[in-house]
């Protein structure tokens, strides 16, 4: 069964720390995709990187970067020298290619604090 | 601003109740998907329509109903509500069609609903 696991609850570092969220999945599909959203605290979700299975190229966009590692099934994001406005509740979330739905699956979400 | 509306962005009723959620998508997208969120079971897929079909369900409550209209927009449709349907409801919206698990979904800022 397809599910997302996201075992840090909450994470707290204090400003320039780099910190980085584990994001393990399970799924029997063998194409699937893979992304990271976050939530500030103004509630809305806002996308940040999509991965498909078949690309297992390390992704680095300004801080932030993401290993994708399918020997292990896990896609960790990793923001370098942390900022306050990097504070929000981070999830991971996996589509499974058979669906052709869209539909994403996600982790329970790890909330990262960062202190000035 | 992800281009993803829904109305309103506050709801208090009470117990027993229906209410009618609604979402307009992003210009240009097929496809929209109404996720649920609460402390205890995270953020869970409800339902996927595209083009105006029901494309996907997830763990949709029977009291729960969703339609999308000839002009995209979509509306979710909650009835006899109990205390335990209180959350934050989020419509999303990707453009759709062959490849959907691929596209990224944009999420509205959501409807907080609170049944007292």
């Known amino acids: 069964a397809q599910k997302v696991t996201q075992a840090q609850t909450e994470i707290s570092v204090v400003e320039k720390e780099d910190v980085t969220l584990d994001c393990v999945y399970e799924?029997?599909?063998?194409?699937?995709?893979l992304f990271w959203y976050k939530q500030p605290p103004s509630g809305e979700l806002v996308f940040l990187i999509r991965?498909?299975?078949?690309?297992?190229q390390n992704e680095i966009s300004g801080r932030y970067s993401w290993n994708f590692q399918k020997s292990t099934s896990s896609f960790n994001f990793t923001i370098t020298a942390s900022q306050v406005v990097d504070s929000a509740v981070y999830f991971c979330?996996?589509?499974?290619?058979?669906?052709?739905?869209?539909?994403?699956?996600f982790g329970q979400g790890t909330t990262l604090q960062v202190k000035p | 601003d992800s281009g993803v509306t829904q109305t309103p962005k506050h709801l208090i009723t009470a117990t027993g109740q229906r209410v009618t959620l609604r979402c307009s998508p992003r210009?240009?997208?097929?496809?929209v998907y109404w996720y649920q969120q609460s402390l205890d079971q995270g953020l869970q897929f409800l339902i996927q329509?595209?083009?105006?079909?029901?494309?996907a369900k997830g763990n949709i409550l029977e009291r729960f109903s969703a339609q999308q209209f000839p002009d995209l927009h979509s509306e979710l449709n909650l009835s006899s509500l109990e205390l335990g349907d209180s959350a934050l409801y989020f419509c999303?919206?990707?453009?759709?069609?062959?490849?959907?698990?691929?596209?990224?979904?944009?999420f509205g800022p959501g409807t907080r609903l609170t049944v007292l």
């Open positions: 999303a919206s990707s453009v759709g069609g062959s490849g959907t698990s691929y596209n990224e979904q944009f």
């Open positions: 799924t029997r599909d063998t194409t699937y995709y």
């Open positions: 991965r498909n299975s078949f690309d297992e």
């Open positions: 979330a996996l589509s499974e290619g058979s669906s052709n739905t869209g539909k994403l699956i």
């Open positions: 210009s240009g997208d097929l496809s």
């Open positions: 329509y595209y083009n105006g079909e029901e494309r």
